[in-house]
């Protein structure tokens, strides 16, 4: 392993001392970022930094975070449906997070400005119209971003009010979904400044998704295009500077995502499959899934922020405070989980028709508190930056099981009144229920700073402290339960440092070498749900009642160099990562857990290489090579290997191989200005869980007879996730104050499997979710 870092750090280096001498620096497009808390130009940063700017987000159509990420080496989503998507970056990823697992933090940090909005899988899918740039950090950002970047950062910068200009912007959309809906959206912005000391700046935006996944229901009818949904919101911001060298700028944001299914495509569902004889076999094709129930995904998001800048001469100060509310409902048809459970247990026949829906809520309160202080001399040889930070989180977590009916069939098979006897407090006819309400605290304190040893050399060590205290209760009733009343802890600290080596080869061309430490922080899992288990799975997964926090060591060598025509970013890496956290479907449980894998590693290439060989038409290409593999075997209380964790085995999720090519030409079009883009991804394959890649293929049987299958054929699936290509086109015209965008995204229509979804280890259910079909769109902008 020594020898493949040797040889991956090494190269960026050796490339770099074959083109320093050829290049000469050229600052027309400087793009200038905030990725160390400090403004530096992009290629100044001495790690690995992406920003897609204004532009690049307009000019390719971009409306989420899947979108853009098809342009940033090493980033990579899954997409659960809007307001759902699971980030990556570098392959550190700890296998699929499910809407049950509250406790599960984050891999990835997302801000929005200087505010973090990270929520493991409930991230918010914020509207990209009218943001500055988004910057990705690659590697862990643990020294200045804190816990939840042990993979990178991600930070949506938005425009800030404009003291010196009114100005405004409209935009118009309307799309086509192949074999699906309709979806379009109005967006606009106004800045008005207010007086010579204050602007205000506003953005709303309304966007109706076009669904494409159609459901069988019971009785034989069709509902087409269920995953049909709406986002909206706004951002209103006010920037005050009544005095010279100080600005407050308060800022109030609001969406809401409210989506009507979920982009699931089914191969076999209890109620729906090809083995029953007493209902209408079902073979299910791309796009296609079953309800008994309509679903819904509904995410209610504030945000207030206030942001303090004050230049005291030398020294800077920066106050961020802010505070988020968020309502989230997740509400599944488990018709077939349920179900599978009554057909264990005895039921009656008649109970299996109820249709029964698990509706999982989130409330959601933090305040965060950040303050700093930074050097802003001239010419000094020393940078530096202190600071520190304060969070408080009360997360409410929710689970009922409504099953209208239920209990009179629970009585039947077990006993008038059992039903009422197991509610421990809940309501009746819903045989689950859950609360688990999280007190989250945590404190940290920030130091780095740089040191000019010479002109070309500078050196960047820095750390950060935390303390961080977690408490959660647990309280379950109804017949699948364990009737728990329980509150558990777990807290910790540490230190997490970051040192760094740059060297200017010369004024185009940067070396850099970095050693950083991440963290993620751990939790405590809820407890299985005893009663569902088999005799088997609870031994094997009833022992892990907490994990502990998941710490990475980062080694990375780097090049960046820029020449008019060219730029060229290129880094190698190796992760060392120690008690990773891995989520793993706990078998019949109906229940998911986390764990430590005590070694893991990722070691990669990542290169993102422009190119402007003439006027108007722009190159480019980025791309990742990873391994990201396990150094431990874990095995249970048998001996048998664990659900995959065996050494060797890949980390879930990681594509070890992904690139993205995009072409861009720019030409005069009469007295206006045209313009055309078409854009390649790769996407190699994957494994949604460690699991999926032992016995693979693998035949799924349920065990369940039921609608006169006997419950014991066979679902054969290969459970690695196929490579996918997804080919984009646009083409536009600006004319001048008006532009207007005509483009086609999945242009071959490819069905990519991202990620595959079972339920109830499969007994239940079987399927995978899927991307957007091949969608085509005109948007128009106006500016004034």
Known sequence: MKRHITLLLGSAASFALMTGAALAQDDSDEIVVTATKRAQSLQDVPFSVNAQTQDDLEKTGAQNLEDLSRNV???????????????????VSAGQIVRDQPGVKEQVGVYLDESVISLSLFTPDLDLFDLDRVETLRGPQGTLFGSGSIGGTIRYITNQPNLDEFEGMIEGNVNFVKDG??????????NAPLGDKAAFRLVGYWTEYGGFIDAFREGGGVDEDVNDGERYGFRAA?????????AVTPRFIYQDVDVNGFNRQEVYNLYANPFTTTRPPVTFGEREQHLLLREQFRDQTSI?????????????????????????LVSRDASALTHSVSIDLGYLPGALSIPSNLKDRTSLETFTQEARIA???????????????????????????????????TDIRFGAGTSAAVANGFP???????????????FAVFAEGTAHLTPEMHFTAGARYYDFKEERAFVSGGLFSNGDNRTDTTESDGFSPRFILAYDLSDAVQINAQASKGFRLGGVNDPLNATLCTPADLAIFGGFQSYDDETLWNYEGGLKAKSGAFTTNIAGFYNDV???????????????????????????????????????LALSVAGTWLESEFDSTVVDGTGAVLAGLRDGNRLASVPQFQIAATASYTFPLGSNEGFLAATFQHVGTRFTQPSDQENNPRSFVSGLPFGGAPGTDATVLDLELPSYQIFNLTAGIDFEKWELLVYANNLFDENALLAFDRERGGRARLGFHVNEPRTIGVTARWRF
């Open 304 to 328: 207030g922020d206030v942001t303090v800048d004050w230049d005291w001469g030398a020294v800077d100060f920066t106050s961020i405070t802010s505070w988020t509310n968020r309502d989230i």
């Open 73 to 91: 080496a090493g980033l990579s989503i899954q997409n659960l449906g809007p307001g759902q998507s699971q980030v990556g970056l570098r392959g």
């Open 578 to 616: 120690k008690n990773l956290q891995v989520t793993l479907d706990a078998g019949s449980c109906s229940s998911r857990i986390s764990f430590n894998v005590p070694d893991a590693h990722t070691l990669g290439v990542e290169w993102e290489i422009g190119y402007e060989p003439a006027e108007g």
């Open 428 to 442: 009746l006819n819903s045989p689950y229920n859950a609360d688990l309400p999280y007190d989250i605290k945590q």
């Open 238 to 246: 006010l920037r005050l500077e009544p005095f010279e060298n100080f």
């Open 375 to 409: 050097s802003d001399y001239d010419d000094s040889r020393l940078d530096w930056l202190l600071g520190v930070f304060y969070t408080e989180i009360d997360r409410d977590y929710s689970q009922r099981l409504p099953t209208p009916g239920y209990d009179v069939f």
């Open 181 to 190: 809906g309709t979806g379009y959206h109005g967006k606009g912005m106004i």
